[in-house]
């Protein structure tokens, strides 16, 4: 007698989800309820975070399944509105699992603050005047936040740079090398860099003006690498070999041209992006950030790199700035946000933006893996039927219903979508 086959994840009703991801990853049910229907955020919270509330926008939030990261299995949270993004992400996951996942690692969290020095009589002059300080700066920098520094944290070097072309002329910029441990760091970098101006004025001879974190935090970066076997990489009618170059192909256009590098990379921060949000992180930083370091070398480019290794075999790299936190800020006040780092078992900072950086890249290649295919509508095809169906004013049983006729018919069009509701009605 055979046994019923269970169903897979994505059949399940979000309920069911949640009581599997319980079971599952060994996390209490009561950690999870700020992704239930009318939990999470309340609007008393909300009240209390920007100005001016009004009330709740709510997003989906959708688990990636399948990943391996440094060894260690991660259910990972995504808040997005846009369909293939966690089925793309999940599966490029498994087909990483042979080969052992994802590896990632991060460099030190440290920030860049800056202060810039205006009506400067003798820029070379002031900028020797003020390295010579730096001991001095540093030393009165650690004072400020006591907390920080007994975590490891706070002042770790400083810099001094000119620039000698700008709409107003040449001015100093001094640069506060900060490390902020499981902080995204803006208040921490910001409060030291107010303190400190005074002084900085006082040595320089010049007029402080600006005084702001950067988040172009390319001291602080994220890097993620994985292989794909060569075995893993056919389907249907396409050979591993052609998959695998079709990819490499696709990349290269990116690496050589902005226009193709522009949507490579937002693949790449759909990925990013939606970690990020789920965990209350700030997501518009980490996009100006990535794509800043896209440019350091005065040509936007790809973040990532795929070749192929002496077997044959696809493998991928993907290095960006990733200035994320675990404590302050929204992390701290949001309730999905804390769930959504019990789920992922998060504990620093850094392993939070290693688990990011490889969603990034799992998604920059089911994007490119699409792209090189089939093409990357088919597959988006039949989930976004489903919203043109909701769209059309189908709901429950109907919208499966009228998303299936609509990818029959290749035809993923509102008003197709009206038509068919109206028939089946």
């Not at 992390?331 to 992922?344: C, E, F, N, S």
Request: charged share 20%; net charge negative; glycine share 8%.
């Amino acid at each position: 007698m055979t046994t019923p086959q269970q169903p897979k994840f994505h059949q399940l009703t979000p309920p069911q989800r949640l009581g599997w991801i319980e079971q599952h990853a060994g996390i209490d049910s009561s950690a999870l309820q700020a992704f239930t229907e009318g939990a999470g955020l309340s609007l008393e919270q909300a009240d209390h975070m920007i100005e001016n509330v009004i009330g709740l926008y709510a997003l989906p939030v959708g688990v990636a399944q399948h990943f391996k990261i440094n060894g260690r299995e991660v259910l990972v949270p995504m808040v997005i509105e846009e369909p293939s993004v966690v089925a793309g992400a999940s599966f490029m996951a498994k087909l990483a699992r042979p080969a052992g996942g994802f590896t990632a690692s991060t460099t030190p969290p440290e920030m860049i603050g800056q202060i810039q020095i205006l009506e400067v009589s003798d820029l070379e002059a002031s900028r020797i005047r003020l390295l010579e300080s730096k001991a001095e700066l540093i030393q009165e920098a650690m004072t400020y936040d006591p907390v920080l520094v007994s975590h490891g944290g706070g002042p770790r070097d400083l810099e001094v740079r000119i620039i000698h072309e700008s709409p107003i002329g040449p001015f100093l910029v001094l640069h506060l090398i900060y490390d902020v441990r499981d902080a995204m760091g803006a208040n921490a970098i910001n409060t030291a860099l107010e303190r400190l101006a005074p002084r900085v004025q006082s040595i320089s001879g010049g007029k402080v003006h600006l005084r702001i974190l950067s988040n172009l935090a390319d001291r602080r970066l994220a890097r993620s690498q994985v292989t794909i076997q060569r075995d893993q990489l056919a389907f249907d009618q396409f050979s591993a070999e052609d998959v695998r170059d079709g990819i490499i192909a696709a990349w290269a256009f990116a690496a050589a041209d902005p226009y193709r590098a522009a949507t490579h990379n937002k693949g790449i921060m759909n990925g990013v992006d939606a970690v990020v949000l789920a965990t209350g992180n700030d997501w518009r930083a980490i996009e100006a950030g990535a794509h800043a370091y896209a440019a350091r070398s005065g040509r936007y480019t790809s973040l990532s790199t795929w070749g192929k290794d002496a077997e044959g075999n696809l493998v991928g790299d993907l290095e960006m700035p990733m200035a994320v936190g675990i404590v302050g800020g929204a992390t701290r006040v949001h309730p999905g946000a804390q769930a959504a780092l019990k789920l992922m078992g998060v504990t620093t900072a850094a392993e939070l933006a290693e688990i990011i950086v490889a969603v990034g890249l799992a998604q920059n290649l089911a994007a490119l893996r699409a792209l090189a295919t089939e093409g990357i509508q088919r597959g988006h095809m039949t989930l976004h039927a489903r919203q043109v169906a909701i769209a059309a004013g189908a709901e429950r049983d109907m919208i499966d219903r009228v998303a299936d006729r609509l990818v029959q018919e290749k035809n993923v069009q509102v008003n197709r979508a009206q038509e068919i509701l109206s028939e089946l009605s």
